[in-house]
């Protein structure tokens, strides 16, 4: 099945920066599109980015374009996104996933991915 780890979250003021970091293991991530997403209390779980099997494609919702950077390092097994200019309305839970059946064209549909990690926290203070 595999696993997916994701890190990286923490308490920062509006306008900061932080990098999630989304590690593999068990299946080798770099076949697959990986995505990120998060979820607000209340609220559906939205996808932020996705990522080609290779890294040459990526992919964006509108509320983060520009400010969010999705990359990957397929030698260890890890995507990463970073994070500028965050809003108090990015604080949610961040989740990575995969897209097992993609690998080039990569959707911002939760329903694609599986399997997933277990979140990390981003809470942005105004």
């Known amino acids: 099945q595999g696993q997916l780890v994701e890190s990286g979250g923490d308490s920062v003021q509006a306008g900061g920066s932080l990098t999630l970091s989304c590690a593999a293991s068990g299946f080798s991530a770099s076949s697959n599109c990986m995505g990120w997403f998060r979820q607000a209390p209340g609220k559906e779980r939205e996808g932020l980015a996705a990522?080609?099997?290779?890294?040459?494609?990526?992919y964006y919702a509108d509320s983060v374009k520009g400010r969010f950077t999705v990359s990957r390092d397929n030698a260890q097994n890890t995507v990463y996104l970073q994070m500028n200019s965050l809003e108090p309305e990015d604080t949610a839970m961040y989740y990575c996933a995969a897209d097992r059946s993609s690998t080039y064209y990569c959707s911002l549909i939760h329903r694609d991915y599986y399997p997933w990690g277990q979140g990390t926290q981003v809470t942005v203070a105004s």
């Open positions: 990522i080609s099997a290779g890294g040459s494609r990526t």
